[in-house]
């Protein structure tokens, strides 16, 4: 399947975007859909999963409370909704589908997700925070 991400930009603190991931490809509902962000010099972390449209896995902390993920099967679009924006959220966001259902991993610290275990990847949209 090939990911088309969209929605970023430039926000002030305290301000919301929402960003969207179109999927073309076939068999859009078998697909569990997540969202990652990259900060410069950071590593990638995800954020959200969603293996259908009743479930979410929190995979960061920093999402809890503030971000949601939500898909519509018939626009076979996955979206992020994020609120409360804050500086420390700029970062390049990326979306990413998985054959297989969320996989979300403790490390007896935090959770996490593994990049690996998601098979197509968008190109990654900007979002930047001013304070």
């Known amino acids: 399947v090939q990911l088309q991400a969209s929605g970023g930009g430039l926000v002030q603190a305290g301000g919301s975007l929402r960003l969207s991931c179109t999927v073309r490809?076939?068999?859009?509902?078998?697909?569990?859909m997540g969202w990652f962000r990259q900060a410069p010099g950071k590593e990638r972390e995800g954020l959200l999963c969603?293996?259908?449209?009743?479930?979410?896995?929190y995979i960061s902390k920093s999402a809890q409370g503030r971000f949601t993920i939500s898909r519509d099967n018939a626009k076979n679009t996955v979206y992020l909704q994020m609120n409360s924006l804050k500086p420390e959220d700029t970062a390049v966001y990326y979306c990413?589908?998985?054959?297989?259902?969320?996989?979300?991993?403790?490390?007896?610290?935090?959770?996490?997700?593994?990049?690996?275990?998601?098979?197509?990847w968008g190109q990654g949209t900007q979002v930047t925070v001013s304070s």
């Open positions: 990413a589908a998985d054959r297989r259902s969320c996989r979300v991993y403790y490390n007896g610290t935090h959770s996490y997700a593994k990049i690996t275990d998601f098979n197509s």
């Open positions: 490809g076939r068999s859009f509902t078998t697909y569990a």
């Open positions: 969603s293996s259908d449209r009743w479930t979410t896995e």
